[in-house]
Each structure stands twice: as C-alpha cells, then as structure tokens.
C-alpha cells in the first residue's frame, strides 16, 4: 500500500537515496524546502516561522526530518558552533512544535540524530540505553534529540543515531576516497579509536523499517553490528582500492589543522552496537566493513 512520507534535507546523501527509494516502492514524497514551493508534492519551509501550505502536512504516514549544516565542514569556531546547533535544534523544534498542532499529524517522526551523543567512550560497548558522553557534539546532539519532544504528545517519534553513513557520493567516504586511491590513506593517529558505520542501502533500509514498524520508538542506533578501529577501518579501504594504506596521520598535524572537530569527530572513539534493530530482527545485508565497502564502491 503506497504511503505518504515527507523528508526534510531531501538533497542531502540520506534523503537522496532515501527519496529514490520511496519512489521506486510506489510511495508518494512530500518534499520540505527552504525556497517557494514549485510542485505540488513539496512544502515550503522557513524554520522557525512558516511551512506552507500546512495542509500537505495532514494525514502523513511519517516525516523523515534529516536537515542540518554539515557537522564537518570548516573548524568548529564559535560562529560555526552556533549554525551547528541553530540547523539543527531551532528548525527540529519548529517542524515537531508545528506537526503536534496538526488535526492529523503524521504516525511517526523520525529525526536525525548521531552516535556522537556518546562522547569519547574508549573500548566501552555502547547502546541506546548507554548515557551520553561529554563534549560539544555531545551535548548538540542531546540538544537536537530533546528538540524535538513536542511530538511525544502525539505520535511515535524516532532518533536515529547515526555512525559514518558510506557511500562515495558524500559524507566521509567521499572526502577519503581521492586520498586512499592516491595510496596516501592511512590510519588517524594511533588508529585504536573506535569506528562506527552503517552502508548507505542499510541506512535507508532501516529508515524504512523504522517507518513501518510501531515496536521502534526513541533512540535507535543507525549502524552495522560490526564497529572496527580506525587502523581496521583503513586497511579495509585501502583493500577495497587495491592501494596501500600505510601513511598515518598524526593527532597533533590533526588537532592543529581542525581543532577541537579532530578530538571529537576523527579521534574519538564509540563502539555503538544497533541493539534496538538487532532485537527486531532486522537484517542487515552488509554487516562487515569488507562487504559494506565492496557493496557501496562497486563499479
């Protein structure tokens, strides 16, 4: 039965993929854009003021809220700091503030999120019962979820906690690939630093079932059963390129040219396992980095 579903950061890697996907199974996708709406299935959207025409909002099967200002791009200054967490928490608390005075809000809301919520947490096996970590992104991305809590009072809510989503068409992948195919990639500092990744196909797969199963609700973790270590990691896609992957780069090069963003986005460490996914039986077709790296940069 084709379903009605609206994305925010459509254009994004997620909600690229995640929109072909929804087409191709025969749903219906309700665009929300920050420009004048042109068609007939999009909403226009000024966060914090306006979504029009609100009447497209009514009687949604889900919303997938996915936007936000890149979280790697540029040093985190305190100007850059303060996009990060007005993209995120203001338009969040706008659009579930918005979706709870709705006559029919939608059946669910899933909301970005990260595995960053958990801070530098070592060797620690980390869950959704696992309690944040400390530190800037931390603390966003506790911000980010809590956002969004105006719709508890209507519908199911979801927060994906994503890991390194991969895929050569964007995010951290695509920034590595000229590097490692040039046979300069290596590990980051000491490469003993935790790595937790989902594949592309798996992400919007557990987008979908996310959507469709009512036993999902709260944080949920986005990612594969199987986290490596960044020394793992690297080889792996040094591998996967058949080039050599042996030029580390060290903490402090790291630190000086990215600040704080190196301590807390290249050389922390979690080691976030997908408990609530697993215990649902979802099945992920690519569980190891080996098969989720050969999966995404085939051909």
């Not at 099967?61 to 985190?76: C, E, F, N």
């Not at 003993?192 to 999902?216: C, F, H, N, P, Y």
């Not at 600040?259 to 460490?269: F, H, Q």
């Amino acid at each position: 039965m084709a379903r009605r579903i609206a994305i925010t950061g459509s254009t994004g890697l997620i909600g690229r993929h995640l929109k072909q996907h929804l087409l191709a199974r025969g749903d219906q996708v309700v665009q929300i854009v920050r420009r004048p709406a042109e068609d007939v299935d999009a909403v226009s959207w000024l966060p914090g003021r306006s979504l029009d025409p609100l009447e497209a909002l009514e009687g949604l099967d889900a919303i997938v809220h996915l936007a936000g200002a890149p979280i790697a791009k540029g040093r985190w200054t305190k100007a850059r700091r303060r996009v990060l967490r007005d993209s995120r928490t203001i338009t969040t608390a706008h659009i579930a503030q918005t979706l709870s005075r709705l006559k029919q809000p939608p059946s669910v809301f899933i909301q970005a999120s990260a595995v960053g919520v958990y801070g530098d947490r070592g060797d620690e096996r980390l869950s959704e019962d696992s309690p944040p970590g400390e530190g800037f992104l931390s603390q966003l991305t506790q911000d980010w979820e809590a956002a969004g809590a105006p719709f508890d009072a209507v519908g199911r809510r979801c927060m994906i906690r994503l890991g390194m989503v991969l895929s050569p068409q964007g995010g951290a992948l695509k920034s590595m690939l000229p590097i490692f195919k040039a046979g300069l990639g290596g590990r980051l500092a000491r490469g003993t630093q935790w790595v937790s990744w989902i594949s592309i196909l798996d992400a919007i797969a557990g987008i979908d079932r996310l959507i469709e199963d009512e036993k999902l609700q709260g944080p949920v973790n986005l990612v594969a059963p199987a986290p490596v270590r960044n020394a793992i990691f690297t080889q792996a896609l040094g591998a996967a390129l058949r080039r050599p992957a042996f030029l580390p780069a060290p903490a402090l090069a790291l630190q000086f040219m990215l600040g704080a963003m190196a301590n807390e986005l290249l050389l922390s460490s979690q080691r976030v396992t997908p408990g609530k996914l697993q215990k649902v039986g979802f099945c992920f077709e690519h569980p190891t980095i080996d098969v989720g790296l050969k999966a995404v940069l085939k051909g």
